[in-house]
């Protein structure tokens, strides 16, 4: 093959020969390169762990594994087990929780077939001395209740696995006497328990409470009742108004004030509520120091303020003040007699109001009772108390 000549001058204008470049330079521009391309996948795979550990966290206050995931080689989560959890504990804290347990459903129809249940919630330090009279309440009654305790953090309920109370302990953190501490364990107690959907009723018990009723009186009074039933009175003496801290206002005035017991029952729409709150709890926790006991306001006070007419301003919970201190009476073992027990049932000659008719049914449940009550009271229940 004849090599080709030389190209003239036009030519080789037309086709410029590419010029001689020193290898170093393009060596750098390749390093400049790969160290970019590096530089990418580290920010990429940063981000990726960023998003996931985002995804995970908001899927663990929806989804709570511990809650849901008893078996780990579950893949998925049912319906059901959205709808009523049937493990308790979980790693949602107190703001997570909160948040989640008042979401309200919008549609007006449950898409299963809801039977409303009542929610039994105790709250005590160590063990609950009447497991065996609430098992004898509870039994043949499955399905229309559910049983939360909240105990001290590192304690564990010793029960058999056949007892309503097995596997019922919630997240619990320290309480103290008198402090809002107390509050904030009634709304733990609420918010876990409006996890199940199923749930309308909602009454908070003592390690010394005991029902005076059988279970079918209980249930009926509660799911048929218009009301909610939490003590709110107002009372115009140091341990009423003069627990009020005028720091409180604007939000909270005086004329708001009000006082109650404890032991509280509220329908789901008030559990909500109360569970949604922090503006007026946040008041509370701020001004309602030891002396004040917020456990006695807070309730009393919130409700009167914003659902007055949805409460009956009396609680269905017993109890002795007749006394005087600063705690009620407590009855052992010699106390225990039927006519004892049946003066609690009829309220004496005293009637109050259910539904807006008068009836001499005014409490359900009763304290305080210490434990070597439970002898006599388990040979009482089926002839007195029904069950």
């Known amino acids: ?18 010029p001689r470049k020193n290898w170093s330079v393009g060596l750098i521009k390749f390093i400049s390169f790969l160290v970019i391309f590096m530089a990418g996948v580290v920010l990429g795979l940063s981000a990726s762990g960023r998003f996931t550990r985002s995804f995970n966290t908001q899927t663990e206050i929806f989804f709570p594994s511990a809650m849901y995931m008893a078996n780990c080689d579950k893949e998925f989560l049912s319906f059901k087990s959205f709808v009523t959890p049937q493990h308790l504990m979980h790693s949602m804290t107190d703001e997570e929780l909160f948040w989640r347990a008042s979401m309200v459903p919008k549609m007006e129809e449950y898409p299963f077939q ?23 309440f509870f039994k043949g009654h499955e399905g229309l209740y559910s049983v939360y305790v909240h105990t001290l953090p590192d304690y564990k309920l010793n029960v058999s696995e056949s007892s309503a109370f097995y596997g019922r302990q919630i997240p619990s953190e320290e309480v103290s006497w008198g402090s809002v501490t107390l509050v904030d364990a009634e709304k733990r107690l609420l918010a876990n328990a409006l996890l199940d959907f ?14 005076v009723y059988g279970f079918s009186t209980v249930y009926d009074y509660l799911i048929y009742s218009a009301h909610s039933f939490v003590e709110s009175y107002d009372e115009n003496s140091q341990q009423g108004r003069g627990r009020y801290n005028r720091r409180m206002a604007p939000t909270i005035k005086l004329y708001h004030w009000r006082k109650g017991s404890q032991w509280f029952e509220l329908n789901r729409e008030l559990a909500a509520y109360i569970v949604a709150d922090y503006q007026y709890y946040l008041v509370f926790r701020k001004y309602c120091k030891p002396s004040c006991y917020p456990d006695e306001h807070y309730m009393p006070t919130y409700l009167n303020m914003f659902h007055g007419s949805l409460n009956s301003n009396r609680t269905v919970t017993w109890v002795d003040w007749s006394r005087g201190g600063p705690h009620p009476a407590t009855y052992g073992a010699p106390s225990i007699t039927p006519e004892f027990i049946k003066s609690i049932r009829t309220n004496g000659t005293t009637t109050c109001s259910y539904n807006s008719k008068p009836t001499s049914i005014c409490f359900l449940f009763a304290r305080k009772f210490a434990p070597n009550a439970l002898g006599p009271l388990l040979n009482l229940s089926s002839s007195v108390m029904g069950f």
């Open 1 to 18: 093959m004849k090599p080709r000549s030389k190209p003239d001058e036009d030519e080789a204008d037309f086709f410029p020969c590419p």
């Open 114 to 136: 809801r039977v409303p249940k009542v929610a039994f919630m105790f709250m005590t330090r160590g063990p609950l001395p009447f497991v065996q009279l609430w098992d004898r």
């Open 198 to 211: 199923s749930n309308e009723r909602f009454v908070l018990l003592s390690e010394s409470c005991i029902p």
